[in-house]
């Protein structure tokens, strides 16, 4: 039976990853000790990486595919395949930043006032490329981890992933630009996308991937109403494409079908049973597939 080898992200991505799968329809089953999870789907392999890892293996074909970020990807300058994007975090469903910060008492206010200083980082090829366009000539530090705590004495400034920005806020720091912003990606070796089979499998991964997260913070909405009080229904539903209008055996009644985001219900339902809705029900979402 042919196989796809699947590279998960190990560390901080792991636990979201394989909930994302799971909520795709895909069972991971990892332990603390084993860098290959077992999985439900006997057409896949998966291997535990680190995401800064992921796309030296994948170009390499020890892996067909692989999810991890495009920060890495473009730091690596690995030629893989780009499947999709997946817009999923640690903490958030948006994308992560690098950013360039220094401490909050500094005078520094933009890339160019730190011309000869020293910058700490994970991503340093990244960081030469962005002072390098910006003809600011910086020595370019790689920092084993702990970067917030590098300024003043051990650099002048850093360039650190972030989501929220409250790690840097707690250590003192004050952001000054971006330098880029990343997610999650699909990538894939560029034989093995080339290859029908492996393909097809890929991308019917993908799209289960981004099926659930389109899902995520939403919710099915159901209801009747009356054919008189259809239009005042329908201009208060924020609806994600247009309702789904269904005829019921009582011809003066239909039924009433859309997603919304979660957040908006408790707005939403009252103003509905004041339009005329009845019979309302919510209902948990696992995928929505555009």
């Known amino acids: 039976m042919p196989k796809i080898r699947l590279g998960i992200p190990k560390g901080s991505l792991q636990d979201a990853t394989i909930a994302l799968f799971a909520a795709a329809g895909f069972k991971i089953y990892a332990n603390g000790r084993s860098y290959f999870p077992l999985t439900d789907d006997p057409e896949l392999e998966c291997m535990l990486i680190r995401a800064q890892e992921m796309a030296r293996y994948v170009e390499q074909g020890v892996l067909d595919a692989g999810l991890t970020g495009l920060d890495w990807v473009v730091e690596s300058g690995r030629d893989v395949e780009a499947v999709c994007d997946l817009i999923y975090a640690k903490q958030s469903r948006g994308t992560v930043k690098w950013v360039l910060a220094v401490p909050e008492d500094s005078t520094v206010k933009c890339a160019e006032d730190l011309a000869g200083k020293i910058i ?22 790689f920092s084993w981890g702990a970067t917030e705590v590098k300024p003043p004495m051990l650099a002048d400034a850093i360039v650190e992933v972030t989501e929220t920005g409250s790690s840097l806020r707690a250590n003192r720091l004050r952001i000054v630009e971006t330098v880029l912003e990343s997610n999650t990606q699909v990538i894939a070796n560029k034989k093995a996308y080339a290859d029908d089979w492996k393909r097809r499998k890929i991308d019917n991964i993908s799209l289960m991937l981004q099926g659930a997260i389109a899902a995520q913070g939403r919710v099915g909405l159901m209801l009747n109403v009356r054919q008189k009080d259809l239009q005042a229904v329908l201009a208060v539903l924020p609806a994600l494409n247009s309702p789904t209008i269904s005829a019921l055996s009582n011809s003066e009644w239909v039924a009433v079908n859309t997603i919304l985001e979660e957040i908006v219900v408790r707005d939403v339902i009252p103003r509905l049973k004041e339009a005329g809705g009845t019979g309302i029900v919510e209902y948990p979402l696992n995928k929505v597939v555009m």
């Open 120 to 141: 700490a980082t994970e991503l340093v090829e990244v960081t030469k490329n962005y002072f390098a366009s910006k003809n600011v000539p910086v020595h370019v530090d």
